[in-house]
């Protein structure tokens, strides 16, 4: 069992800022990915680079987009295998660092979006010795909202 939850709102505005959290939840159509209750779709999505084998399609549930997502580990890796799957949001409150390699430490760092940047500096694994500045790509949903609704949203994904 995961921890109690010590982000559940306790007064009227902490409940209505995770309202209107989930309402960009909503709006912006991450359930298509991170779907209810378990917030996941529990697919595989590609990497750039990969040429999806038709015998995949029959034998894998892939969600035919890729996210941009460094295809470093699934491509050039003994095990990489070309794809990463959905993860859940179910308890990300607790858990981190994200992304696949634990390069960003909060979720307010996976909402900014100057972790694009080649000048970004990664809160989480810097990366290979002696690297201090290295854009972290991908999921590039969420990036572009104004300061109040990433806080909200930010607010309702610490709930689940």
């Known amino acids: 069992q995961p921890p109690q939850n010590p982000n559940m709102p ?9 309202e209107r959290g989930k309402n ?3 709006r912006l159509g991450c359930g298509r990915c991170h779907r ?7 697919k595989l999505t590609p990497v750039d680079g990969f040429a999806i084998p038709r015998s995949h399609l029959s034998r894998y549930d892939i969600y035919e987009f890729s996210l941009g997502t460094d295809p470093g580990l699934s491509l050039e890796t003994r095990r990489g295998t070309g794809y990463y799957k959905v993860p859940s949001l179910k308890g990300i409150w607790y858990r981190g660092p994200l992304e696949h390699n634990g390069s960003v430490a909060t979720l307010e760092d996976w ?12 809160t989480g694994w810097k990366g290979p010795p002696g690297t201090t500045q290295r854009a972290v790509r991908g999921h590039l949903f969420g990036l572009n909202l104004p300061p109040e609704d990433r806080a909200a949203l930010i607010a309702f994904l610490r709930t689940l």
């Open 10 to 18: 306790r007064t009227e505005s902490e409940r209505a800022v995770v």
């Open 24 to 26: 960009v939840f909503d």
């Open 36 to 42: 209810p209750p378990l917030y996941t779709n529990n």
């Open 111 to 122: 909402f900014d979006p100057k972790r694009l940047s080649d000048q970004y500096v990664p």
